[in-house]
């Protein structure tokens, strides 16, 4: 539960522009009144179906069938609870957030986490400083990042890259002075503290020590984590001597697979020609920023994962992978095509022909931005470097190591959504791997059924359903009667009390959210409660409902209060109720039917008075339920 005052949420809503916190990532045209529209952040697609009524404060896409507010969009497009959300907004907007008293463990984990947030721009400033000051250690670090890494002093200023002597010292006692709290010292990662040790200054023994420290930000550009690179200062007795690079640990602000490197800075730079330049370490990224290719990002020191790619899919849908040319970076590059794939990312290789060895880093230290023009024309589709990676013989390969190597590009194609974007990989793989394209396209269509029926095999045989793809999440409109008949109190609330008296609550399927929500807007109807269709915040319990609500709230009346392709709200109400009604009896009659069957064998079941139920409800069934409606 969320401690912000309802007071302050709502206030949030109405001074908040829902245009202008949207237009920051999506490009809006007019579209009449307050409506704006734009291409979807939340799928792929090339004409515009995502709508917002800035009047309204509601975002719908009629693509996805992602809808919302002003909150939940923070909340999707940037990663963040619902209080985050609101508090990123209160800032921006320079909103001041108030909080309920004393409402318990949500309070404390929000200070929590903003203590954290607060320590590491601290820490950060004070790993800076050292690296600036001028002493051993300064001198050391800012030798070896000029020198070694060939890095301008400039770029560590941009950067606010720090260093930490040999001892680790300083820190400990700079945090002790502000006074943040022990479990927050405790979980920011930047310690080794005994689990029953008093928190004292001789308890709190430094993570690093003798490394070069380079700030890790989130998308929004807060210092979340370090990545600390080896040096000759870096002492014997560090546990992680050996390892080059040492990473904070997750803490409540850091979650390595969500992060990406730069990402604060190049999804500002990213655009029409600009895409994403995906590079394998930190380093290899400041190189880039460096030479003035802005848009690189990198994972944190382990491969990537599938919500990066999402994150980044919400910036950008084309990306550019520059990995190593060893082997490593290949396999890393297999692993992550089909993740890619299937986030629905438009994925080219930058390699460069000819070269045998290639190291980004390398590379643009010698040559510089005109590197990268060199890299890109040489460049290759994901399947055309998919095909070269599991068949190397090429056209000189044999039909069965042909076979083979279909086989294991039908996984990959198999990873991206949709028929018309598996056929082109499929097109064009037929020509990298010299096969005819019928060929591959019936032999992908057995290899799917083969897939298909392992899957259902394998989903009998675990215990947990497999998680529903995105598209099945999004829009499942079974329970419309609910749905008409929650359009119908938000939009003609006078057809809400008659509603409440004639609809019983146990024809509805509570188990869903339309039900659910339908139910307990009829509870307000019927004790004459209902707060208005824009004061329902108190009528909300999760996301789902506020979603629905949000995209049923979006469809304005057009002039005369009158709804385009909805007809009459009454006879619209009647229906739904009649519906809800034969849905109710149904089992009620198949319970009869079975009962009548069985009749002559079940001594208990009186054939008559079933014959006489069955005859009342279908009698009922004939006569429509209507809604007595005061004029
Ligand atoms: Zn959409």
Same mark, same amino acid.
């Given at each position: 539960?969320?401690?912000?005052?309802?007071?302050?949420?709502?206030?949030?809503?109405?001074?908040?522009?829902?245009? @202008?916190?949207?237009?920051?990532?999506?490009?809006?045209?007019?579209?009449?009144?307050?409506?704006?529209?734009?291409?979807?952040?939340?799928?792929? =697609?090339?004409?515009?179906?995502?709508?917002?009524?800035?009047?309204?404060?509601?975002?719908?896409?009629?693509?996805?069938?992602?809808?919302?507010?002003?909150?939940?969009?923070?909340? =999707?497009?940037?990663?963040?609870?619902?209080?985050?959300? #609101?508090?990123?907004?209160?800032? $921006?907007?320079?909103?001041?957030?108030?909080?309920?008293?004393?409402?318990?463990?949500?309070?404390?984990?929000?200070?929590?986490?903003?203590?954290?947030?607060?320590?590491?721009?601290?820490? %950060?400033?004070?790993?800076?400083?050292?690296?600036?000051?001028? @002493? *051993?250690?300064? @001198?050391?670090? +800012?030798?070896?990042?000029?020198?070694?890494?060939?890095?301008?002093?400039?770029?560590?200023?941009?950067?606010?890259?720090?260093?930490?002597?040999?001892?680790?010292?300083?820190? !400990?006692?700079?945090?002790?002075?502000?006074?943040?709290?022990?479990?927050?010292?405790?979980?920011?990662?930047?310690?080794?503290?005994?689990?029953?040790?008093?928190?004292?200054?001789?308890?709190?023994?430094?993570?690093? +020590?003798?490394?070069?420290?380079?700030?890790?930000?989130?998308?929004?550009?807060? #210092?979340?984590?370090?990545?600390?690179?080896?040096?000759?200062?870096? /002492?014997?007795?560090?546990?992680?001597?050996?390892?080059?690079?040492?990473?904070? /640990?997750?803490?409540?602000?850091?979650?390595?697979?969500?992060?990406?490197?730069?990402?604060?800075?190049?999804?500002?730079?990213?655009? =029409?020609?600009?895409?994403?330049?995906?590079?394998?370490?930190?380093?290899?990224?400041?190189?880039?920023?460096?030479?003035?290719?802005?848009?690189?990002?990198?994972?944190?020191?382990?491969?990537?994962?599938?919500?990066?790619?999402?994150?980044?899919?919400?910036?950008?849908?084309?990306?550019?992978?520059?990995?190593?040319?060893?082997?490593?970076?290949?396999?890393?590059?297999?692993?992550?095509?089909?993740?890619?794939?299937?986030? =629905?990312?438009? &994925? $080219?290789?930058?390699?460069?022909?000819?070269?045998?060895?290639?190291?980004?880093?390398?590379?643009?230290?010698?040559? !510089?931005?005109?590197?990268?023009?060199?890299?890109?024309?040489?460049?290759?589709?994901?399947?055309?470097?998919?095909?070269?990676?599991?068949?190397?013989?090429?056209?000189?390969?044999? *039909?069965?190591?042909?076979? $083979?190597?279909?086989?294991?590009?039908?996984?990959?194609?198999?990873?991206?959504?949709?028929?018309?974007?598996?056929?082109?990989?499929?097109?064009?793989?037929?020509?990298?791997?010299?096969?005819?394209?019928?060929?591959?396209?019936?032999?992908?269509?057995?290899?799917?059924?083969?897939?298909? +029926?392992?899957?259902?095999?394998?989903?009998?045989?675990?215990?947990?359903?497999?998680?529903?793809?995105?598209?099945?999440?999004?829009?499942?409109?079974?329970?419309?009667?609910?749905?008409?008949?929650?359009?119908?109190?938000?939009?003609?609330?006078?057809?809400?009390? /008659?509603?409440?008296?004639?609809?019983?609550?146990?024809?509805?399927?509570?188990?869903?959210?339309? !039900?659910?929500?339908?139910?307990?807007?009829? %509870?307000?109807?019927?004790?004459?409660?209902?707060?208005?269709?824009?004061?329902?915040?108190?009528?909300?319990?999760?996301?789902?409902?506020? %979603?629905?609500?949000?995209?049923?709230?979006? @469809?304005? /009346? &057009?002039?005369?209060?009158?709804?385009?392709?909805? !007809?009459?709200?009454?006879?619209?109400?009647?229906?739904?109720?009649?519906?809800? $009604?034969?849905?109710?009896?149904?089992?009620?009659?198949?319970?009869?039917?079975?009962?009548?069957?069985?009749?002559?064998?079940?001594?208990?079941?009186?054939?008559?008075?079933?014959?006489? +139920?069955?005859?009342?409800?279908?009698?009922?069934?004939?006569?429509?339920?209507?809604?007595?409606?005061? &004029?």
């Amino acid at each position: 539960m969320p401690a912000i005052k309802p007071t302050c949420v709502r206030d949030i809503k109405l001074r908040v522009n829902l245009a @202008d916190v949207v237009s920051r990532v999506v490009s809006l045209k007019k579209a009449g009144g307050a409506r704006f529209k734009g291409l979807c952040p939340f799928h792929n =697609e090339k004409t515009p179906s995502f709508h917002l009524d800035a009047d309204k404060g509601f975002y719908k896409c009629f693509g996805c069938g992602k809808a919302g507010d002003v909150i939940s969009f923070v909340r =999707e497009t940037e990663q963040l609870t619902f209080t985050e959300a #609101v508090e990123a907004l209160g800032k $921006r907007f320079g909103i001041v957030i108030e909080y309920e008293e004393g409402s318990g463990p949500s309070r404390e984990e929000r200070s929590l986490r903003q203590e954290i947030f607060d320590l590491h721009e601290v820490a %950060a400033e004070h790993f800076y400083q050292a690296f600036k000051t001028a @002493d *051993a250690t300064g @001198d050391f670090m +800012r030798r070896y990042w000029t020198e070694q890494r060939k890095f301008a002093p400039e770029l560590a200023d941009e950067f606010k890259i720090g260093a930490v002597d040999a001892a680790g010292s300083g820190l !400990g006692a700079a945090l002790l002075k502000r006074r943040y709290s022990e479990e927050a010292l405790r979980r920011c990662g930047l310690f080794f503290i005994h689990d029953d040790a008093q928190i004292t200054l001789g308890a709190l023994r430094p993570r690093f +020590r003798g490394r070069l420290m380079i700030p890790i930000r989130d998308h929004q550009g807060r #210092v979340v984590a370090f990545t600390a690179r080896q040096t000759d200062l870096t /002492p014997p007795d560090d546990p992680a001597r050996e390892a080059k690079y040492v990473n904070s /640990p997750e803490t409540p602000i850091f979650t390595k697979g969500n992060l990406l490197f730069n990402l604060d800075r190049a999804r500002t730079a990213v655009g =029409e020609g600009h895409p994403f330049v995906l590079v394998e370490g930190q380093l290899d990224a400041l190189r880039c920023w460096s030479v003035g290719l802005k848009t690189a990002v990198a994972p944190q020191g382990t491969s990537i994962t599938e919500s990066q790619l999402v994150l980044l899919r919400r910036y950008h849908s084309q990306i550019e992978c520059f990995f190593d040319s060893d082997s490593a970076g290949q396999k890393a590059a297999l692993r992550f095509l089909p993740m890619a794939l299937k986030a =629905e990312l438009e &994925v $080219r290789f930058l390699t460069l022909a000819g070269a045998s060895k290639l190291d980004p880093d390398l590379l643009f230290l010698e040559k !510089g931005l005109p590197a990268y023009d060199e890299v890109r024309r040489s460049s290759m589709s994901a399947m055309a470097f998919a095909c070269r990676a599991v068949l190397p013989e090429g056209s000189a390969a044999s *039909a069965e190591q042909k076979a $083979r190597a279909a086989q294991a590009l039908f996984e990959l194609v198999s990873a991206a959504p949709g028929e018309i974007a598996r056929s082109e990989f499929l097109n064009e793989a037929a020509g990298h791997l010299r096969i005819a394209t019928p060929a591959l396209h019936k032999d992908f269509q057995s290899f799917i059924q083969r897939q298909s +029926r392992m899957g259902a095999r394998g989903a009998r045989a675990e215990e947990a359903p497999p998680t529903p793809p995105p598209a099945s999440r999004v829009a499942a409109p079974v329970h419309t009667a609910e749905r008409d008949l929650l359009f119908i109190c938000l939009h003609f609330d006078w057809l809400g009390k /008659p509603l409440s008296a004639a609809l019983p609550h146990d024809w509805i399927d509570t188990r869903h959210t339309a !039900g659910a929500l339908l139910n307990r807007f009829l %509870a307000e109807f019927e004790h004459d409660t209902w707060p208005g269709r824009d004061n329902l915040d108190s009528l909300i319990e999760n996301d789902e409902e506020r %979603a629905l609500l949000a995209s049923l709230l979006f @469809d304005t /009346p &057009v002039d005369g209060g009158t709804y385009k392709d909805f !007809g009459d709200p009454k006879r619209k109400a009647e229906q739904a109720l009649n519906e809800l $009604r034969t849905r109710a009896f149904e089992p009620l009659l198949r319970e009869i039917e079975l009962a009548l069957a069985n009749a002559h064998t079940d001594s208990n079941s009186d054939p008559n008075s079933l014959l006489k +139920r069955r005859s009342e409800i279908q009698r009922q069934l004939r006569q429509p339920l209507g809604l007595a409606v005061a &004029v």
